[in-house]
């Protein structure tokens, strides 16, 4: 069906009659005008869609009202979403990346501020091992929330958060640890390391490094939290980071933050570098919290 012809016919059926319709046309229009695009639609579609009542009235046939009522909601909302699109509120669903325990410990407050604000926007979360950017490349994410070792030029970056490096050893089984925890006394328990994030393995090794430790690697995990599950079971003692000044919290585990070197990282909400900003990372990023 011909858009403009639709047009004739909604405000034909809005105001019952050919010369109200041309009066309240959005642009100048004659009578004869809009009665040749209802006839053109009536000659297109085979039916007629309106009847005569009287001298200067029209009302719609069934098969009128059955047009109408699906035409008018969507021509009587362009005025609104033309508003919308020229002032860059624009809803949909935001691609949102993140390590798991950011998503626990960073998002939440996080996405709770722009639910509140920002209702039209939804989220679709995915846990990441380790920070992907070519997910941002390949446009399958929106943001991204992590750490990064070096900000390539192609994205750009808003820091949301600072974590610093912490000590967690269990406090019972075998490798029970009391008290002040100290690496090289932790040199002869077994070390639970990170796995598929190599940069993070990296600068667990380089601490323990800093201290002259080369304890024997035990087991490898993909998450923070999963290394505080094997921590927690006295399987061994590791190096994660946190958000918090308070430190990693899980039952059975000691943690301590790292000293020595002090090793503080910077948390990025990560987006594509463009002409154009994207509105819904920019809604996201109007809500973020500051480190």
């Not at 979403?81 to 860059?88: D, F």
């Not at 624009?90 to 990346?97: A, D």
């Not at 941002?136 to 929106?142: F, G, I, K, T, V």
């Not at 667990?204 to 201290?211: C, G, I, K, S, V």
């Amino acid at each position: 069906m011909n858009l403009q012809r639709l047009e004739g016919f909604y405000w034909v059926a809005r105001h019952q009659g050919y010369a109200r319709a041309a009066r309240a046309f959005p642009y100048p229009i004659t009578q004869p005008g809009v009665h040749q695009q209802v006839r053109r639609l009536e000659d297109e579609l085979g039916v007629k869609l309106f009847e005569r009542v009287g001298k200067d009235k029209v009302v719609l046939t069934p098969r009128g009202e059955l047009l109408f009522e699906g035409f008018a909601p969507f021509y009587e909302q362009l005025t609104a979403l033309e508003a919308r699109v020229k002032g860059g509120v624009v809803g949909g669903t935001l691609k949102l990346c993140a390590a798991g325990h950011l998503l626990r410990h960073l998002m939440p407050e996080w996405l709770r501020r722009l639910q509140s604000r920002r209702p039209d926007i939804t989220v679709s979360l995915t846990e990441l091992p380790h920070a992907d950017l070519g997910l941002l490349r390949r446009a399958e994410a929106d943001l991204l929330v992590d750490w990064l070792p070096e900000v390539p030029p192609d994205v750009e970056v808003k820091e949301v958060a600072r974590a610093e490096a912490w000590i967690v050893a269990p406090t019972h089984g075998p490798y029970a640890q009391k008290g002040r925890l100290s690496l090289p006394a932790l040199a002869q328990v077994p070390f639970i390391g990170y796995h598929a994030d190599r940069q993070l393995r990296s600068l667990q090794a380089a601490a323990l490094d800093a201290h002259g430790v080369t304890p024997r690697e035990a087991f490898g995990a993909d998450s923070s939290d999963t290394i505080l599950g094997f921590v927690s079971a006295g399987l061994g003692f590791s190096l994660v980071p946190s958000l918090t000044a308070a430190g990693p919290k899980a039952p059975g585990v000691l943690a301590q933050k790292l000293e020595r070197p002090v090793a503080r990282f910077p948390i990025y909400a990560v987006w594509r570098k463009g002409k154009a900003p994207h509105p819904l990372v920019e809604a996201a990023l109007e809500c973020a919290p500051s480190p």
